[in-house]
């Protein structure tokens, strides 16, 4: 009997310890749980601070520097720094990225990302074309060089044909443009028709490898910004806060690839693509002010049918403007007068066309870069849901 009752009493006692046991198991897998959402809200919060100082920096540019060759490259600067950081949120969440409804926002903002490697080839299209011009204005600076000791009408005529052809080339139209589109060489790799032989019928790749005649800049953007849609408060709560970053990312993807074909003369290029940023959205202020500032910009500039607001690209067409009006209207001999207004026309050109070949490596190097790490950004999220869809 004594050992029966001692039994007895121990039974509650091991039964009490246990929940002990559990109690505490919960608290600390509570606690635990806590802080992994402190971190994430940390890490959210530093990323949308990235965006807003980012922009708001670019957004503080004065009138020279604003659309310029290296305000371009800063702008692709801020959207790799923005997308890096993503893309650390996306691989520290990466278990996450398969569950509903996170699994569609990442999946659509990687559609996303195959439209923006379009746009990347069709910017270095651009930048290619854009040197195209500076073949035809070596001529011009070259007929009228202003060490000469004087101009003659020869000089003049072969300066004019430059003109005349450059006139031609600088037509943004899609005629145009297919010329460039045929030989395009992707920064993925070499566009042959041994690789077009590759592809099956009904086989889904990149329009990024080639970009075809009836291919347009501005309903490629309309397309991204027809699918920029922020995420409802149920679908906030049930991704853990994670489908806000995802559409941040996407804003900013959205802005940057629209400035880049407003800056440069795109295929088919236009700027009146409806997107908006919530208000609530703090960090898309400044790209709001940017949009604003830029359209205000082309609205200055419609009037002369510009190729692109890329400020060295104006400053050549406003040269090129005023040399052609100069070449057409002089007369021989030429008046001393006349002869120090060509060379004032000179040196206006030479000034635009230093600019210009000064600006357009770099930024071509950088667009470069922004296609590489779209495409590796792509390339590991993908990855992240697949693995998640398998294990799952």
Request: hydrophobic share 40%.
């Amino acid at each position: 009997m004594p050992s029966t009752d001692h039994q007895g009493s121990s039974m509650p006692f091991a039964s009490f310890r246990r929940s002990i046991l559990n109690i505490r198991s919960d608290q600390v897998h509570s606690m635990e749980m806590n802080l992994d959402s402190v971190a994430r809200d940390s890490e959210l919060e530093a990323f949308y601070k990235q965006i807003f100082d980012r922009f708001r920096d670019l957004s503080a540019a004065n009138a020279d520097e604003f659309l310029s060759a290296t305000w371009l490259q800063k702008l692709l600067d801020a959207f790799l720094g923005c997308q890096e950081e993503f893309r650390v949120i996306l691989c520290k969440n990466s278990a996450r990225l398969s569950k509903p409804p996170l699994d569609r926002f990442v999946s659509e903002f990687f559609e996303k990302s195959v439209k923006a490697l379009d746009i990347c080839n069709a910017t270095r299209d651009g930048i290619e074309k854009i040197r195209m011009w500076q073949k035809n204005l070596e001529i011009v600076l070259c007929a009228l060089d202003s060490r000469q000791r004087m101009f003659g009408e020869g000089q003049f005529r072969r300066a004019r044909k430059a003109l005349m052809d450059l006139a031609l080339v600088m037509l943004d139209e899609k005629e145009t443009g297919s010329v460039l589109s045929q030989r395009n060489r992707s920064f993925g790799r070499n566009n042959t028709s041994k690789d077009h032989n590759r592809h099956k019928p009904g086989h889904s790749r990149s329009l990024s490898w080639s970009v075809s005649r009836s291919w347009s800049s501005a309903k490629q953007l309309q397309s991204i910004a027809n699918s920029l849609v922020p995420p409802r408060a149920n679908e906030v709560v049930a991704t853990n806060g994670l489908a806000v970053p995802v559409f941040a990312m996407s804003s900013v993807l959205m802005f940057v690839l629209w400035t880049l074909v407003a800056a440069i003369p795109c295929q088919d290029r236009g700027l009146q693509i409806h997107f908006t940023i919530p208000r609530q959205y703090s960090w898309g202020t400044p790209l709001l002010l940017l949009h604003d500032r830029i359209l205000d910009e082309s609205k200055k500039r419609d009037r002369h049918n510009c190729n692109g607001l890329l400020k060295e690209v104006y400053q050549i067409e406003k040269s090129i403007r005023h040399m052609t009006d100069l070449v057409d209207s002089v007369q021989f001999p030429l008046t001393e007068e006349q002869k120090e207004e060509v060379e004032r026309g000179v040196q206006e050109l030479t000034l635009a066309f230093d600019a210009c070949k000064n600006g357009l490596d770099p930024l071509e190097r950088e667009v470069r870069e922004a296609f590489r790490k779209i495409m590796s950004c792509r390339t590991e999220g993908l990855e992240f849901l697949n693995k998640g869809n398998t294990t799952g």
